[in-house]
């Protein structure tokens, strides 16, 4: 039975990830989640399995490697599939220095326990043994409003305090690949949407503020390009790649699925009108007037698009939840988990609602 530690199994994308793989392989493997628990990280999300014998949740910050060390002591770990970061873009604007903290830093403390955990006295490493770094396509840049796309050759121009950090971290897990050999992957992602996405990204921002008749906050001129994935697409390209990718290779995953960010707002009034239910009084909330233009995001890239050619035809990913079909599923999960959104925005949340958009 092989061991996964995942970092970040509480947040977004790595809560579904735990979801996906208990799902797929049941009791046939075994799961370390590693979490800090910032604002962006929920054990709610994971209450559905935390229950299981072959779970365990560990409070600890990747930055520490004590604890990390101790984690690796402990457990005969396989597999690494590290998710844990400070991940809004709008946050890093305002304050960079976590970010540099725990995507740099911390990426370097969890490379370098996994190191000593599975390096062998001649230098080579232990059979088996894998290391997967979730990234993130915002490493490249910015594409024209014309057909290029993002490959694994494109060359990395970072421009937030985010993508620079991300970028750092896929710099230094590359280094160990090709300094040590260290078994590992990278992979690059486009922006994920679907259930337990904090309310601070585009999606469900809109479904939150929409059901409560709040202005939906729209930056610059609303065409800002993103290439939007079902976040349980992604999870089966991470899986795909730890099982069928080549080792030391980099792997873009997208879906193909380019809006414009209007767009996007338009879909969700539209979804959101038909799925409420006649009679529920926050129909009357939800309109296309409480669209909103205000103040630009601070270096904001213009498009993003991934070609996912290479994920498809090494290891047959395809991405398989239509948009259409997918924000249909968010929207009802975000109505359905109304206690979650209460739970998440409660405290801080307003505090950071108030700073971030008091000035746009
Ligand atoms: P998230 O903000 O929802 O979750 C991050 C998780 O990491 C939280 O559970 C948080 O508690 C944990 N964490 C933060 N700092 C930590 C620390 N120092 N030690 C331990 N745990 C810590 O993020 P997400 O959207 O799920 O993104 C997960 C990963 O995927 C990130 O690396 C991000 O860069 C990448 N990514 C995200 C997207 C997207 O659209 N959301 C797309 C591509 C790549
Ligand atoms: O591309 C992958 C990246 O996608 C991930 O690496 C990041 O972790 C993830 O947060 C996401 O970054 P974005 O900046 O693209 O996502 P966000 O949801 O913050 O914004 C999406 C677009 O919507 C972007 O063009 C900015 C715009 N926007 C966002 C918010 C929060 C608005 O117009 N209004 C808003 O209030």
Request: proline share 4%; hydrophobic share 35%; with cysteine.
């Amino acid at each position: 039975m092989k061991t996964y530690l995942v970092t970040g199994g509480a947040g977004f994308i790595g809560s579904n990830y735990i979801h996906y793989m208990f799902e797929k392989y049941g009791d046939d493997i075994r799961i370390l989640n590693v979490d800090k628990l910032t604002y962006a990280g929920n054990l709610e999300n994971l209450k559905d399995v935390q229950d299981r014998e072959n779970y365990t949740f560990i409070k600890a910050d990747i930055c520490d490697s004590a604890a990390i060390e101790r984690i690796f002591q402990e457990n005969t770990v396989d597999r690494v599939v590290h998710f844990a970061a400070e991940s809004h873009v709008d946050r890093s604007i305002k304050d960079p220095e976590v970010f540099v903290k725990t995507n740099v830093l911390g990426t370097l403390v969890l490379l370098n326990a996994a190191k000593a955990a599975w390096e062998l006295p001649d230098g080579s490493f232990m059979e088996g043994k894998r290391f997967l770094h979730v990234s993130t396509d915002e490493v490249y840049g910015s594409l024209s409003e014309e057909g290029e796309y993002f490959y694994e050759t494109t060359p990395y121009d970072p421009h937030s305090p985010y993508s620079a950090s991300k970028a750092s971290s896929d710099m230094l897990v590359k280094s160990y690949m090709d300094t040590y050999r260290f078994p590992a992957n990278i992979t690059n992602c486009s922006n994920n949407y679907g259930p337990y996405q904090f309310p601070e990204k585009l999606i469900p921002l809109m479904i939150h503020n929409a059901l409560a008749g709040k202005p939906l906050p729209v930056y610059g001129d609303g065409k800002n390009v993103r290439d939007w994935l079902y976040v349980m697409d992604h999870a089966k390209g991470i899986d795909l790649v730890m099982e069928k990718g080549r080792l030391f290779e980099t792997y873009n995953i997208g879906g193909h699925n380019e809006k414009q960010n209007i767009e996007i707002i338009h879909i969700i009034l539209d979804t959101l009108k038909e799925l409420l239910p006649e009679g529920d009084e926050r129909r009357a909330l939800v309109s296309e007037k409480l669209i909103t233009y205000v103040t630009d995001r601070k270096g904001h890239d213009r498009r993003y698009a991934i070609a996912p050619d290479k994920i498809r035809s090494e290891t047959g990913w395809e991405p398989e939840t239509p948009f259409a079909e997918g924000i249909k599923k968010t929207i009802a999960w975000y109505l359905a988990n109304e206690p979650w959104i209460e739970n998440v925005t409660s405290g801080d949340y307003q505090k950071y609602y108030a700073e971030m958009y008091q000035n746009r």
